[in-house]
């Protein structure tokens, strides 16, 4: 069974610029969350997914941040513009009942 | 304080066994995780426990849950330096997002 998938696997842009991220769930998995991970910190929440609907985005920075979810398979992650603290591992995870995969992450750089 | 602690750092020796810890606050969370990530990579579901259980064992990892503590521990058996990561405990309470600690940062001398 293939994992979760994300690309880039690396992004370095400038403060002010535009990035985006993309995630392809496990097949069949209905739930799906874009986490931010902080060097030296637990990955926390951004955004939750079910199938195509909005769960919780209750943490996103929804002046910058934007995700969707279309057809309710894969996901696109966005910042615009992006900021310093922006500087981050973006990681996507998919779910079934009480197991939640994760994906290698995007390691982002805004400098 | 935080939702879920956990030590930072822990040091053993190749083949001793390791325990990490993390205690949370959260007395109604209904699964339990402990979860790794390697440098550079995402995080491996190791194993979870649900609330109703205190033990769980697969291969060499054993999850001891203490309710009345709010203590959760994970055990790593004849610790091999491929185990050496930074492993979270992570907890959910019904449908909403797992909450994560920072990470122990487990180092395993050979």
């Avoid at chain 1, 370095?12 to 986490?35: D, M």
């Amino acid at each position: 069974e293939a994992g979760v998938a994300q690309s880039p696997r690396y992004k370095i842009i400038e403060k002010r610029q535009s990035v985006a991220f993309w995630c392809n769930p496990i097949s069949g998995h209905a739930t799906l969350y874009w986490y931010q991970q902080i060097l030296g910190q637990g990955p926390k929440l951004l955004i939750q997914f079910q199938n195509n609907g909005v769960v919780d985005d209750s943490q996103l920075p929804k002046d910058r941040f934007s995700a969707e979810r279309l057809k309710g398979v894969d996901s696109t992650l966005k910042i615009q513009p992006a900021k310093l603290e922006d500087s981050a591992v973006y990681l996507c995870a998919s779910s079934t009942n009480y197991e939640q995969y994760f994906g290698p992450g995007t390691r982002l750089t805004v400098t | 304080g935080e939702d879920v602690e956990q030590s930072l750092f822990l040091s053993v020796r190749e083949g001793d066994s390791s325990v990490i810890n993390c205690t949370y606050t959260d007395s109604s969370s209904t699964y339990l995780y402990w979860y790794k990530q390697e440098p550079g990579a995402g995080l491996q579901l190791l194993t979870y426990i649900f609330s109703n259980m205190d033990m769980k064992q697969d291969q060499r990892l054993t999850v001891l849950l203490n309710k009345k503590d709010k203590h959760l521990s994970l055990r790593i058996a004849d610790t091999q330096t491929g185990d050496s990561a930074i492993y979270f405990c992570a907890l959910v309470k019904g449908n909403t997002p797992l909450v994560f600690g920072k990470g122990t940062r487990l180092s395993v001398i050979a």
